[in-house]
């Protein structure tokens, strides 16, 4: 099985960009799974209905999210009526939303489990135990485990991927907006990088306009965050799996502007 995992999606640019990669992609590389993180995907800050369904209708299937799932309002009944949106699975569990999808996919049993760092990031619950407990609990059910981690320090985000090595099929972070180079399969057979990337405006400071973010560092004085337009790229990870054990075979990861997106495309 091969899973495509896309990095924060951020405003209409990461929108738009996903909306013509996955396609392709799902097409020229066998995808079987599409999972994209999606807290920043409206507007920059959050989800609404509206942009999560386009998301779905774009050939994601699994929607993962972090800190900024609650930024718009009418999230907290979207989390609720929509399965395949998921909160982090280590919030308070009075929060609204689950942090588990499952699911058979050609008859292969798969689970997509969310979860937040502690590190520099708003307080949740340990998230060592909460997910190392819901691996278990879904490895009854799914051979397949993929684990978005949505966290802030790369140490924290290593030490869950050695602790889920050989529980699950991959460990990818998310939020930092930045795409590490350190995609390998760690020897217990879990694919793990520590950050996926961001898919949105590149031209930008994380996705945010530049002069209002630099207005910040350079004033010190609050300044309103609008999400950059320039040089969309869409930022990924493709993990092929062993349907029967679940262990990671490979990982890739992508880092694709428009070009490369025409390239692809053309492709023989
Ligand atoms: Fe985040």
Not at 25 to 42: F, K, M, Y
Request: glycine share 10%; hydrophobic share 45%.
């Amino acid at each position: 099985m091969r899973i495509l995992f896309v990095g924060d999606i951020v405003g209409r640019p990461g929108r738009d960009v996903t909306r013509r990669a996955v396609p392709l992609l799902v097409r020229r590389r066998g995808i079987d799974l599409v999972v994209a993180n999606v807290e920043n995907a409206a507007g920059g800050f959050g989800i609404t209905r509206e942009t999560g369904d386009a998301i779905l209708a774009a050939g994601v299937h699994v929607m993962t999210s972090g800190n900024h799932i609650w930024d718009k309002k009418e999230a907290l009944d979207y989390v609720v009526a929509e399965p395949r949106l998921l909160r982090p699975l280590n919030y308070p569990a009075a929060a609204p939303g689950r942090g588990t999808w499952t699911a058979s996919v050609g008859g292969v049993g798969v689970a997509v489990v969310n979860a937040m760092g502690r590190v520099h990031m708003p307080l949740v619950d340990d998230p060592f135990a909460a997910v190392a407990a819901e691996v278990e609990r879904v490895r009854t059910m799914a051979s397949v485990v993929i684990v978005d981690f949505h966290a802030e320090a790369t140490s924290e985000k290593i030490a869950l991927g050695w602790h889920l090595d050989g529980r699950a099929t991959a460990v990818v972070g998310t939020h930092t907006h930045v795409q590490t180079a350190d995609e390998h399969v760690l020897p217990g057979g879990t694919a793990y990088i520590t950050d996926v990337g961001m898919t949105g405006p590149h031209d930008s400071v994380i996705g945010v306009e530049k002069a209002a973010a630099l207005a910040r560092f350079l004033t010190g004085l609050p300044s309103r965050f609008e999400t950059a337009a320039g040089d969309p790229r869409f930022h990924a990870a493709l993990v092929e799996a062993d349907n029967a054990t679940g262990r990671a075979l490979a990982i890739e990861r992508l880092s694709l502007a428009p070009v490369d997106l025409e390239r692809i495309a053309g492709e023989p």
